[in-house]
């Protein structure tokens, strides 16, 4: 586009079942966790590409049982050369390959651990996108709880993480190593995190 801004829109079919609501809400964890958005029908999230910030919005278009979703990326970094690393980002939040079909029967018989799988038939296994986002999540979620860690994570974002601004909304992304190794000790410590 003109303002340097691309976008790539692309479908993906996950394995089944999927559930999309679910599954952003386990990546989510809390309500104030402001790097992942869910408004009941869309996911949202900074990613960085090629060290430019990108939106990936995700949006379930067919039931769990035959689930299919709909992406759409936006941001400098987007263009068609970028649609096969955004299709495996969303592939690795989102569990969309895992297949929980022994799991379920494991489960199925369970007297404990059966009834609380029914209920989350189609909520996927998510995992952070770069290692050093979970890191930071391992680190900061260890402090007290995981509420306390999220406003930490947070916090980290909104100072260091790359942004992008979707419906008037200025979205981050979580922080990446480049931007944190040139953060003082005690910027980081105003941030919530302390010393060994």
């Not at 944190?180 to 302390?194: C, F, K």
């Amino acid at each position: 586009t003109d303002d340097g801004v691309g976008e790539v829109s692309f479908r993906l079919k996950p394995l089944p079942p999927f559930r999309l609501d679910l599954t952003a809400w386990a990546i989510r964890r809390r309500p104030h966790n402001t790097i992942d958005h869910f408004d009941g029908e869309t996911y949202r999230r900074v990613v960085v590409l090629d060290g430019q910030p990108a939106v990936i919005s995700v949006r379930q278009i067919a039931p769990p049982k035959s689930p299919e979703i709909e992406v759409l990326a936006t941001g400098p970094g987007v263009s068609m050369k970028t649609a096969l690393a955004i299709e495996a980002i969303v592939n690795r939040i989102l569990g969309l390959s895992l297949d929980l079909r022994d799991f379920y029967r494991l489960a199925r018989d369970d007297a404990a651990l059966g009834p609380m799988v029914n209920r989350l038939i189609g909520m996927k296994p998510v995992r952070f996108p770069t290692n050093f986002e979970a890191f930071t999540n391992a680190v900061a979620c260890q402090l007290v709880s995981l509420t306390a860690g999220m406003h930490v994570v947070n916090r980290i974002a909104e100072k260091y993480g790359r942004t992008c601004d979707v419906d008037a909304a200025r979205l981050h992304a979580c922080a990446e190593a480049s931007d944190i190794a040139r953060a003082g000790v005690e910027d980081l410590r105003a941030l919530g995190l302390s010393r060994p």
